[in-house]
């Protein structure tokens, strides 16, 4: 009896396997923490300022930009989603019918938890699903029409607070903490996590490029990028960076992206989405 | 038919060939190591550490100044380059450029003897 106590005892120690693993904080808990993170980095920050990002850190930069935003290309690629948006496909169905509300004034809700199929949507993967239930090939995820119509959509959601809901389903919570694990692990021979640059590096300077905090990037995102010189959604902008920093980039519309995505957007709840928009 | 080498035949080509590997590609072997390793500094370093010369540089780290006062043991350099994550014992963003190949031992000293100037 004595050995059967003492094994008990071992095993309650801690790291010998029958402890809990210690709780994450809710994805809620999470929001405050880091809210209050980037309140003490930036006491000043407002709304606008979150949104304003890199263009906080450089008045160069900034007033280059707000030159651009008198007369910004996104405007033209706008028109041309919300026309490709409203042409009905072969069989005379629309986007509208597949999509809340016509598709209008949702952007800012996405991605979503589809508990459907267990994993995270976004809502270009949405656009696609419509065009293959109507006999439509899938459109790229990340350059050409489909981010036009994203742009469209995503003018409709102009002003709205972004709005990631993480439901109360297990396998929500597995792809939030899976996009979050992804958002703090080093990646890639120099070994850069997200939270590198964009947390404590935020407001500094990576060679020639000032730092974005992390709260506020997302919600400008379908960005028309002058680098580009194209509409673009925030994955397209991921994948750059994960070149930029010489790692791997995930593949775009599933797993690890999209988690990584419903993670990031997530950090910028509450403010106004501020989608197209127009980045160098 | 056979060929006969003369003395001075021989010596022109050997001559000739010494000269061609140390003085025609004079360019590279001129650069001293504190030249290489200024090169190899303002490709790796300047990103986030600003340092004499630097026209681009970042501000996440701090700049490079006063080295051989602040790091008079060249192996303490050495470490903090090669793994930083080690040698600082902390989550430090800067790349382990040794450990992960991103630069070999060689390179390190060049650099080193490049820090030294600042």
């Known amino acids: 009896m004595k050995y059967i106590l003492a094994a008990i005892a071992y095993l309650l120690l801690p790291g010998m396997g029958a402890t809990p693993a210690v709780a994450e904080p809710s994805p809620d808990a999470d929001l405050e923490i880091y809210r209050d993170y980037f309140k003490k980095r930036f006491p000043d920050f407002t709304a606008e300022n979150y949104s304003l990002g890199m263009y906080n850190f450089n008045e160069d930069k900034r007033s280059q930009w707000e030159a651009i935003m008198d007369f910004p290309p996104y405007e033209v690629v706008v028109e041309t989603g919300e026309k490709l948006f409203n042409t009905p496909f072969k069989n005379g169905k629309t986007y509208a019918e597949c999509l809340q509300n016509g598709g209008i004034g949702i952007a800012h809700t996405y991605p979503r938890f589809d508990a459907e199929t267990g994993k995270i949507k976004t809502l270009s993967m949405a656009i696609n699903e419509c065009r293959e239930a109507n006999g439509e090939t899938a459109l790229n995820l990340l350059k050409g029409d489909l981010p036009a119509m994203l742009a469209y959509l995503a003018e409709t959601s102009r002003g709205k607070p972004i709005d990631i809901e993480v439901p109360d389903d297990p396998r929500a919570l597995a792809a939030y903490q899976d996009g979050k694990r992804i958002y703090f692990t080093r990646r890639g021979p120099r070994g850069f996590a997200c939270y590198h640059c964009h947390w404590e590096a935020a407001g500094s300077r990576i060679r020639g490029n000032e730092l974005s905090p992390a709260i506020g990037q997302a919600t400008n995102f379908p960005a028309y990028r002058s680098k580009w010189g194209a509409m673009g959604p925030i994955q397209r902008r991921y994948k750059g960076c994960m070149r930029n920093v010489g790692a791997k980039p995930l593949k775009e519309g599933e797993g690890g992206m999209n988690n990584l995505e419903y993670f990031h957007r997530r950090l910028s709840n509450g403010l106004p989405s501020n989608a197209p928009n127009n980045r160098f | ?118």
């Not at chain 2, 090169?39 to 550490?49: D, F, G, R, S």
């Open chain 2, 1 to 118: 038919m056979t060929y006969t080498v003369t003395k001075s035949f021989a010596s022109t080509l050997i001559f000739g060939s010494f000269l061609l590997s140390h003085g025609a590609f004079a360019a590279e072997e001129a650069k001293t190591a504190v030249e290489q390793g200024k090169e190899l500094a303002v490709n790796l370093c300047q990103a986030c550490h600003h340092f004499e010369g630097t026209e681009q540089a970042g501000t996440v780290a701090p700049p490079l100044v006063a080295m051989k006062a602040r790091f008079p043991e060249r192996q303490k350099l050495y470490e903090i380059i090669y793994d930083p994550h080690v040698a600082t014992k902390s989550h430090t963003m800067m790349p382990p450029f040794g450990r992960n190949g991103l630069v070999d031992d060689n390179q390190i000293q060049l650099i080193i003897d490049f820090l030294y100037t600042l």
